[in-house]
Every structure is written in structure tokens, then in C-alpha cells.
């Protein structure tokens, strides 16, 4: 396995023990599939990452940051997102938010009880930084 390859399974790893610590307090916790990571030539030093998040029915994240710019976009369901010091924004498909790398992520999460929600998210890192950091 590659450095990149090791990196990745050690974020995606930390990011599930998480979820599984504060699955007492999130009824289903998020489903993550990393579709791809890729240096940016532009940037040095930087990588974009693409993955797809699922809520469960009432599903949810913890409190965490991603110390680098995350950008949403919904595809299914619909989910309520907000960062510190912001609005609580509710999404629809087809709708989006974005992330900075300073902000802390306070609600992400299925506002429904009985349905579904995915959507994508593209992160713009530094080069092996973790995807998720909790807070």
C-alpha cells in the first residue's frame, strides 16, 4: 500500500472509530465511500479528496472540523447543516454548502426520521492531512 493508500485508510479509520465512540449519541451514524484523492498541480502541498456521505434515517455527524475547505452538494433526502457562528441552513437536492478551514462543523445531519439523505463532498487539503478532525 502506498504512503497516500496508508494515509487515507488511516483517516477514513480514525473518522469511523469516531463515529463509533459517539454512536450513543447518533442513532445512525454516516456511511463514507472515498471516490478519489488527487494531487493538485497548481498547488503544491494541497490534495482535493471526493467522497459521498449517507445519513440514515435521523442519522448524523459529531462535532468536528476538516482544517481545510470542504464543499457540499446534496443528491438525495434532505439534510440541516450549520457552522459555528452561522445559520442552521436545511438542503435539498441540488443545493449546496461550503466549509472553511477554520470553521467548525456543529450540525450536519438527516433531517429525516424516515428517509435517507447523500450527498458529495470535495475537500481541498494539505496533501495527507486527515479528512476530519473532531472537535
Given amino acids: 500500500m502506498t504512503t497516500r493508500g496508508k494515509v487515507l485508510a ?25 471516490l478519489m484523492t488527487k494531487d493538485l498541480a497548481s498547488a ?16 448524523a455527524d459529531p462535532v468536528h472540523r476538516h482544517h481545510g475547505q ?11 447543516m450549520q457552522v459555528k ?3 442552521l441552513v436545511t438542503l435539498t437536492p441540488g443545493q449546496t454548502f461550503y466549509e472553511g478551514p477554520d470553521d467548525v462543523h456543529v450540525v450536519g ?17 494539505d496533501k495527507g492531512a486527515p479528512a476530519l478532525v473532531p472537535e
Fill in 44 to 59: 503544491p502541498g494541497k490534495e482535493a479528496m471526493m467522497m459521498t456521505v449517507t445519513y440514515g434515517p435521523g442519522g
Fill in 10 to 34: 488511516q483517516s477514513i479509520a480514525s473518522f469511523t472509530l469516531l463515529l463509533q465512540q459517539a454512536g450513543t449519541a447518533f442513532a445512525d451514524p454516516p456511511t463514507i465511500a472515498t
Fill in 70 to 80: 470542504a464543499f457540499v452538494y446534496v443528491l438525495e433526502g434532505t439534510i440541516e
Fill in 109 to 125: 445531519r438527516n433531517a429525516s426520521q424516515t428517509k435517507p439523505a447523500k450527498f458529495v463532498v470535495v475537500l481541498v487539503k
Fill in 85 to 87: 457562528g452561522g445559520p
